[in-house]
């Protein structure tokens, strides 16, 4: 048995590792099961010319890539939204989406928009075979350490923050600002600036200061230095 995969992240780095891990495991594969890494992109757009060029059994996707606005819209997505997009394109495909966010709400929301596996940047070889066999059997995976964390139910109250509200923070996080912002999502100004303020409202932070403490402190989102 033959499984393509292909490996989509914003950092060469994490990229190659994965490539390096999955090929360690096609080494000591038993029953005939070969593991091979068709491809790696860091961006939306060459992504779906490999989906489309070939059979893909496992996507192994990165939380962010780097997007550019062109013509077609999908080359802006990434997140959820691209979770979403992909898995209705290519529902044969599984999506394992690799993170580093332990947030609750994006795990869920992740899940639901299509995804079948939610590991961290953390993840060994024996966690990423685990991964690959679960999602094969079209069942979820989601590491053991974030479905403890999951199933909690005294966790930060971001886990009632919208998708559009995480996306904004995230991007905050990233360094955007709020015009950046609006333009990658499409939105207005004032509507990225609302989606902002209420996130804030249900963190219970009253400044920027207050949020980037809070979103350092829960590991939330990675912020960019």
Known sequence: MSVNILIADEHTLIRRGIASMINSLSAS?????????????????????LLSGQRVDVLFLGFSLNTRRTQSP??????????????????????VVLSPYR????????LEA????????DTCERMLARAI??????????????????????????????????????MLCRGLSLTAISGKLHLSNKTVSAHKLRAMEKLGVQSDCQLYCLLARTRMFDIAI
């Open 29 to 49: 594969a038993m029953d005939g099961v070969s593991y091979n890494v068709i491809g790696d992109t860091d961006s939306p757009t060459e992504l779906l010319t």
């Open 74 to 95: 999908v080359s802006e997505l990434d997140g959820t939204a691209l979770v979403k997009w992909l898995a209705r394109k290519y529902p044969e495909t599984r999506i």
């Open 103 to 110: 947030n609750t709400n994006i795990i869920r929301m992740t």
């Open 114 to 121: 299509g995804a079948r596996g939610y590991i961290s940047r």
């Open 133 to 170: 066999v679960t999602v094969l059997d079209d069942e979820v995976y989601i590491e053991r350490g974030l479905m403890d964390s999951l199933f909690r139910r005294d966790t930060l109250a971001g886990q009632e923050l919208t998708a559009r509200e995480n996306d904004v923070l995230r």
